[in-house]
């Protein structure tokens, strides 16, 4: 059977512990080092060496006292802090890599979408196309408070937010220049045609934006587009915007179950169900049997931070997991939402009952993946059937996890055809969706804005009835 290559990101984050915490203390590794650019080159030049299509950076702009009624834990335990700009690191690995993207998470909170815009065109020129940008509205309290907010804005109100944002950066990046407004006319003295760029003219409930962008066309335009939304309003917006999601299902018949309706939603977006990706975060642990495997698994239980799992688990679910003691059994607790990892834990355990603390380290278990590179490569091909497109990797030991795939599990992958040996020519969108040209297709929301802003129809359409006056006077000294 021909298969479809699988999509492969390294899923990580610009902090000392990520997602298995605790780990960074064994001596060897290198991610409490992350403040230093070497480390991510030397992760970059292994990742690329494999053959992966991106990296892919999480991010946060603030912590909440989440465990204990304090922010200790987080402190301590090094979990996403400090934390360090995602955006800014991917700017500098632009120039020590050639085909990886470069994929970072900016929330609608942080940054203006004029300036946002101008940024990510910047990074799309220099990188020729291989940005990528991770869209979220907002997880913590702390984070809104960094920014002149009270506290976190509504949830469903934030994805309104969001829609606004997204509207004024694609006018920005689709609709202000023409395709053919650069014309580097030496002759004649002329670098761009006049007519061809546009303002824009937004005015919202959020922005008011008149334009132009001041940033050339950039080899993709909009940066490939990720979202991560798990709530109905969350994966809606996905459907419309988003050319991967990511997603961490528990189970494969769970995967099996939920991707067509994703898909559907995508549809009815007025999109193809091909137009997303869908991408599975997974752990490896390669051995070279799986008496070894199962070994150097059991290793990293030694290592993990019960603490630090908590606290993670605490701000992401809303529960103060302090409080409760964890040999309690999760039946006579009032935690809700994680019955289905309960259920999990004790059909792999007969006869027992799933604690508080079984909960916690689902964390540490969720998606990981043991076995030989053979073995693992046949649970792919068993995970692709289910629906996946790709795999956000997150590694345990860094950087030692994502050798060991690359050395051990690349070359199975890509004799079976899962992954690629070669990169494709083009921008990162060209890469991943062949045929594209590297442009979001007609289909997309973004499309819409392009043509759409002649100086006569704009001005007429939008700035009267905004208020804009065409020719302010000019400031003196300017």
Same mark, same amino acid.
């Given at each position: 059977?021909?298969?479809?290559?699988?999509?492969?990101?390294?899923?990580?984050?610009?902090?000392?512990?990520?997602?298995?915490?605790?780990?960074?203390?064994?001596?060897?590794?290198?991610?409490?080092?992350?403040?230093?650019?070497?480390?991510?080159?030397?992760?970059?030049?292994?990742?690329?060496?494999?053959?992966?299509?991106?990296?892919?950076?999480?991010?946060?702009?603030?912590?909440?006292?989440?465990?204990?009624?304090?922010?200790?834990?987080?402190?301590?335990?090094?979990?996403?802090?400090?934390?360090?700009? +995602?955006?800014?690191?991917?700017?500098?690995?632009?120039?020590?890599?050639?085909?990886?993207?470069?994929?970072?998470?900016?929330?609608?909170?942080?940054?203006?979408?004029?300036?946002?815009?101008?940024?990510?065109?910047?990074?799309?020129?220099?990188?020729?196309?291989?940005?990528?940008? %991770?869209?979220?509205?907002?997880?913590?309290?702390?984070?809104?408070?960094?920014?002149?907010?009270?506290?976190?804005?509504?949830?469903?109100?934030?994805?309104?937010?969001?829609?606004?944002?997204?509207?004024?950066?694609?006018?920005?990046?689709?609709?202000?220049?023409?395709?053919?407004?650069?014309? &580097?006319?030496?002759? %004649?003295?002329?670098?761009?045609?006049?007519?061809?760029?546009?303002?824009?003219?937004?005015?919202?409930?959020?922005?008011?934006?008149?334009?132009?962008?001041?940033?050339?066309?950039?080899?993709?335009?909009?940066?490939?587009?990720?979202?991560?939304?798990?709530?109905?309003?969350?994966?809606?917006?996905? +459907?419309?915007?988003?050319?991967?999601?990511?997603? &961490?299902?528990?189970? &494969?018949?769970?995967?099996?179950?939920?991707?067509?309706?994703?898909?559907?939603?995508?549809?009815?977006?007025?999109?193809?169900?091909?137009?997303?990706?869908?991408?599975?975060?997974? =752990?490896?642990?390669?051995?070279?049997?799986?008496?070894? !495997?199962?070994?150097?698994?059991?290793?990293?239980?030694?290592?993990?931070?019960?603490?630090?799992?908590?606290?993670?688990?605490?701000?992401?679910?809303?529960?103060?997991?302090?409080?409760?003691?964890?040999?309690?059994?999760?039946?006579?607790?009032?935690?809700?939402?994680?019955?289905?990892?309960?259920?999990?834990?004790?059909?792999?355990?007969?006869?027992?009952?799933?604690?508080?603390?079984? &909960?916690?380290?689902?964390?540490?278990? +969720?998606?990981?993946?043991?076995?030989?590179?053979?073995?693992?490569?046949?649970?792919?091909?068993?995970?692709?059937?289910?629906?996946?497109?790709?795999?956000?990797?997150?590694?345990?030991?860094?950087?030692? =996890?994502?050798?060991?795939?690359?050395?051990?599990?690349?070359?199975?992958?890509?004799?079976?055809?899962?992954?690629?040996?070669?990169?494709?020519?083009?921008?990162?969108?060209?890469?991943?969706?062949?045929?594209?040209?590297?442009?979001?297709?007609?289909?997309?929301? !973004?499309?819409?804005?392009?043509?759409?802003?002649?100086? +006569?129809?704009?001005?007429?359409? %939008?700035?009267?009835?905004?208020?804009?006056?065409?020719?302010?006077?000019?400031?003196?000294?300017?």
């Amino acid at each position: 059977m021909d298969r479809p290559r699988l999509i492969f990101n390294a899923f990580t984050m610009n902090v000392p512990s990520h997602i298995y915490h605790g780990l960074w203390r064994r001596p060897d590794t290198t991610q409490a080092h992350f403040n230093e650019l070497q480390t991510w080159v030397d992760l970059c030049t292994t990742l690329e060496r494999g053959k992966f299509d991106g990296i892919f950076f999480a991010d946060i702009l603030g912590i909440d006292p989440a465990y204990g009624g304090e922010w200790d834990a987080y402190i301590e335990e090094g979990m996403h802090f400090p934390c360090h700009d +995602a955006a800014a690191l991917c700017g500098a690995l632009i120039g020590v890599t050639e085909n990886l993207g470069l994929t970072f998470t900016s929330s609608i909170v942080s940054e203006h979408p004029f300036s946002f815009a101008r940024k990510m065109a910047t990074w799309d020129h220099l990188s020729n196309g291989r940005i990528g940008w %991770n869209i979220v509205t907002g997880a913590t309290h702390n984070a809104a408070q960094n920014f002149g907010y009270d506290q976190l804005v509504e949830h469903d109100k934030r994805y309104q937010w969001a829609e606004e944002y997204m509207q004024v950066v694609y006018k920005l990046l689709e609709g202000s220049w023409d395709d053919d407004a650069i014309l &580097i006319d030496r002759e %004649n003295g002329v670098y761009a045609d006049k007519s061809k760029i546009h303002r824009i003219y937004h005015q919202g409930d959020w922005y008011k934006v008149l334009g132009p962008h001041i940033v050339a066309p950039s080899p993709q335009r909009t940066p490939l587009l990720y979202q991560a939304g798990a709530s109905k309003v969350g994966r809606e917006f996905a +459907a419309r915007h988003a050319e991967e999601t990511i997603a &961490i299902y528990p189970t &494969i018949e769970g995967a099996r179950a939920d991707i067509p309706s994703m898909r559907e939603l995508v549809v009815a977006a007025g999109r193809e169900p091909t137009d997303i990706k869908i991408m599975q975060g997974f =752990s490896f642990v390669v051995g070279s049997t799986e008496e070894e !495997a199962w070994r150097k698994s059991a290793e990293i239980d030694e290592w993990v931070s019960y603490r630090g799992l908590a606290s993670h688990v605490s701000r992401d679910m809303g529960i103060d997991l302090a409080d409760y003691d964890p040999d309690m059994p999760i039946e006579q607790t009032d935690i809700s939402g994680v019955q289905g990892y309960a259920r999990m834990f004790e059909a792999s355990h007969p006869g027992q009952k799933a604690r508080v603390a079984d &909960i916690v380290k689902a964390l540490s278990y +969720a998606s990981r993946m043991v076995g030989t590179p053979e073995t693992i490569a046949d649970q792919l091909e068993q995970w692709q059937d289910a629906g996946i497109d790709g795999v956000n990797m997150i590694c345990q030991f860094f950087p030692q =996890s994502y050798e060991d795939f690359v050395d051990h599990v690349m070359p199975v992958l890509q004799e079976r055809g899962l992954a690629q040996r070669e990169y494709a020519p083009g921008s990162l969108r060209e890469k991943l969706f062949p045929g594209s040209g590297g442009r979001l297709p007609a289909r997309h929301p !973004a499309a819409r804005y392009r043509g759409s802003f002649t100086h +006569a129809a704009a001005r007429s359409a %939008n700035g009267t009835a905004a208020g804009w006056d065409p020719a302010p006077t000019p400031v003196a000294g300017s």
